[in-house]
C-alpha cells in the first residue's frame, strides 16, 4: 500500500511540475539559448539578437509554475528583475517587457512580433513560434 502512495505521489508531482519552452518570433535566427543568454535578454542587457535585430521580451503577468521555473532557470528574483526593468526603463535604456496573462496570449503576441521572445508550458506550444530551450 505505501508503495502505491508513492507512486501516486511521484506521478502526482510529475504531471503537475511545468515543463516550461522558450519561444521566439520564427524570424529569430538563434537556434538555442542557455541560462545565462536569458538572464541577460531578461534583465533586458542584452537587446539585440546575434543579427543585430531587435529582441521584443514577453513576460507572464500571473505567479503560475511556467513563470516559477523559468525564473528560477535563469536565477532571478521576479521582482528584483521588474525593479531592473523599471530603472532602465525610467533612464531611457530599454522599455520594460509587456506582461501577458496567459500561455496563449504570449504565443499570440510572440508569433506576431518580430524578434518576440517569452516562455509557455511545452504543452501549450504550436507551430506558429519556434522553440529554443525546454527547460524540465
Same mark, same amino acid.
Given at each position: 500500500?505505501? !508503495?502505491?502512495?508513492?507512486?501516486? %505521489? ?9 515543463? $516550461? ?7 529569430? &535566427? ?6 545565462? !543568454?536569458? *538572464?541577460?535578454?531578461?534583465?533586458? =542587457? ?6 543585430? =535585430? ?8 500571473? #505567479?503560475? #509554475? ?6 528560477? %532557470?535563469? *536565477? ?17 535604456? *530599454? ?7 496567459? #500561455? #496563449?496570449?504570449?504565443?499570440? !503576441? $510572440?508569433?506576431?512580433?518580430?524578434? *518576440? ?9 504550436? &507551430? ?9
Amino acid at each position: 500500500m505505501k !508503495k502505491l502512495v508513492v507512486v501516486l %505521489f511521484l506521478i502526482f508531482i510529475v504531471e503537475n511540475y511545468a515543463q $516550461v519552452s522558450v519561444v521566439v518570433n520564427k524570424s529569430v &535566427g538563434e537556434s538555442s539559448v542557455n541560462s545565462s !543568454k536569458l *538572464a541577460s535578454i531578461y534583465s533586458l =542587457s542584452q537587446t539585440k539578437w546575434s543579427d543585430g =535585430s531587435k529582441i521584443v521580451v514577453f513576460d507572464q503577468s500571473s #505567479d503560475n #509554475d511556467q513563470k516559477a521555473s523559468f525564473y528560477k %532557470f535563469i *536565477a532571478k528574483e521576479p521582482q528584483a528583475l521588474k525593479k531592473e526593468w523599471l530603472k532602465k526603463q525610467f533612464s531611457g535604456e *530599454a522599455k520594460a517587457p509587456e506582461s501577458l496573462s496567459s #500561455d #496563449d496570449e504570449v504565443l499570440k !503576441k $510572440v508569433a506576431s512580433t518580430q524578434g *518576440a521572445i517569452g516562455y509557455v508550458k511545452s504543452s501549450s506550444v504550436n &507551430g506558429n513560434v519556434k522553440v529554443l530551450l525546454e527547460i524540465k
